[in-house]
């Protein structure tokens, strides 16, 4: 048998199940559940992405002065002899 106490405590929810319109759209697990697989994706693709950026290593060389002349052309001659590149940042391939 129920108490007194739990009898009023069920009469609460007893008003609330009333008031409910049973002819309102209401999103129910259904929307849970796609709104759980969209959270799961948008996860994912910030893992993936967060992958790919610490991929990029990128260092940006200062572009050599037009004005310096002949010292410019001389130094981008022997960085490019050892293969380096001349004055233009390039990402790494890796």
């Known amino acids: ?14 008003t609330l199940a009333d008031s409910f319109d049973k002819d309102k759209v209401t999103p129910g697990v259904l929307g849970f559940i796609v709104f759980a697989v969209i959270g799961g994706a948008v996860w994912l693709l910030m893992k993936s992405m967060n992958k790919q950026m610490k991929k990029v290593d990128f260092e940006e ?3 050599a002065p ?29």
């Open 66 to 94: 037009a004005a310096s002349g002949g010292t410019a052309a001389k130094g981008t001659a022997k960085s490019q002899a050892k293969g380096q590149p001349s004055g233009k940042a390039q990402p790494k391939a890796g």
């Open 1 to 14: 048998m129920m108490s007194a106490t739990s009898t009023l405590a069920v009469t609460h929810f007893v």
């Open 61 to 63: 060389s200062p572009e």
